[in-house]
Each structure stands twice: as C-alpha cells, then as structure tokens.
C-alpha cells in the first residue's frame, strides 16, 4: 500500500524561511512531486524528484533521500501569496504512472 | 495554448439527480486523470483514461460513477443518484503523450458539485 505523512498546517514570517517535509511508505518509487495549491484552485507542479538530492527552483527547493522515505520543500524569502496548501506526491511501482497524494500541508504566512 | 479545461466550475445538483462533469485536456495530452478532494483532505485518485480506453479505475466507486474519454470531445465523469456525500471537487488532469520519463500532471481548476 501507500501512506504519505505531511504536517496538516505550519505558519511563518515573512521574509523568512520554511521547510515541510513529507515521508512516504510505498510499493516501489518512481519519482516524488510538490504541487502548491491555492485554496479553491487547481494544483499547480512545483517541483520533481528521482535521485537522491536537491533540487533548486528560484525562491523553492525540493530534498529527496530514498532511502529513508523522506522529501522536504524548502521556500525562502517567504511572501504573503505563498500562503497556500503543499501536496506531497508518490509515483509508485508500475506501469500507470499514477501518483498518490498525501493530505497536504496549510502553509499560512503572516506579516 | 489553452491548459486543462473543466466545465461547469460548479454544479449543484440535488439527491437522486445525475451530475456530468466535463474535462478537456490540454492539447496534445492523451492521458486524462480523474480525482476527487473533500475539504481538508489530500487529492485522491478515482480513474486514468486514455483515449477511448480506461486504463485503471480502481479508485472508483464500483456503483453509480462511471467515466469515459471518447475518440472526440471532452471526457466525461458521471455520477448517477448522486448524494449528499459526493459533495466534494473533481479535478482533472492531463499528461503528454509520450512514454518514460516524467509524466506530469497539469491539472484544471476543477468543479465543485454540492449535492442538496
């Protein structure tokens, strides 16, 4: 089966930095994924993992260490409209290409 | 280049009614995604279609829902006698038509059906 753990809600600052960390527990990986999504709208793709590693993106940077099960995006130099919920994603093993979600996590950024 | 398209944004319908939800995918994709969110929770998969095929629907309710992605035109998730607990946002998603590498998912904005 597959289980993916977020925290459900974090707040920070302005300015300052913020890291959620997601861990899964899956048959097989075949990638891991971050969507940031504002409330009442679509998902929208952040970032994408297969290697062990970081990944850099701008203000957004995606960890992946396979083998303890654990992801990690990290933003930086927060603004107020990166208040929004961040979804762990987990492509398993197989041929669907199907990824699972987990809960996501609020992020809620203040002044 | 238009991205994924779903219609109606909401759609409120009361119990025992059908509820047609439309999806058109970006151009070029092949490969349509169905999932449902309720409120505070993760996004989950209901069926991935291909077109004219249905690929894998395990996340799909056995009764009452069905989907299709004909040859032309937009796919189509149906729920039949529909109640109040599908109350929730259906997304759908859309992925290139290409094999291996990363299959992305660009999602649409989605419709939230309200049963009454």
């Known amino acids: 089966g597959q289980n993916i753990d977020q925290p459900t809600e974090m707040t920070a600052t302005e300015g300052a930095i913020v890291q959620i960390n997601c861990t899964y527990q899956?048959?097989?990986?075949?990638?891991l994924f971050w969507y940031q999504q504002h409330a009442g709208e679509a998902p929208t793709f952040l970032s994408y993992?297969?290697?062990?590693g970081l990944e850099e993106k701008g203000r957004f940077s995606s960890f992946l260490s396979r083998s303890k099960g654990y992801s990690y995006l990290l933003l930086k130099e927060l603004q107020m409209k990166d208040s929004a919920s961040y979804l762990c994603a987990v492509k398993g093993a197989g041929g669907s290409y199907i990824p699972t979600f987990g809960r996501g996590t609020s992020l809620i950024v203040h002044p | 280049n238009a991205g994924v398209m779903q219609n109606p944004r909401h759609l409120v319908r009361r119990r025992g009614q059908e509820a047609r939800l439309r999806c058109s995918p970006m151009k070029g994709h092949s490969h349509v995604y169905w999932y449902r969110q309720l409120p505070e929770e993760g996004l989950k998969f209901m069926v991935y279609?291909?077109?004219?095929?249905?690929?894998?629907e395990s996340g799909m309710p056995k009764e009452r829902f069905s989907a299709e992605f004909p040859k032309e035109g937009p796919s189509i998730l149906r729920i039949q006698q529909v109640v109040r607990g599908d109350s929730a946002a259906y997304f759908c998603?859309?992925?290139?038509?290409?094999?291996?590498?990363?299959?992305?998912?660009?999602f649409g904005p989605g419709t939230r059906l309200t049963v009454l």
């Open positions: 899956t048959s097989g990986f075949n990638g």
């Open positions: 279609l291909q077109k004219e095929n249905i690929i894998d």
């Open positions: 993992n297969v290697l062990d």
């Open positions: 998603a859309s992925s290139p038509d290409r094999s291996g590498g990363v299959r992305e998912q660009f």
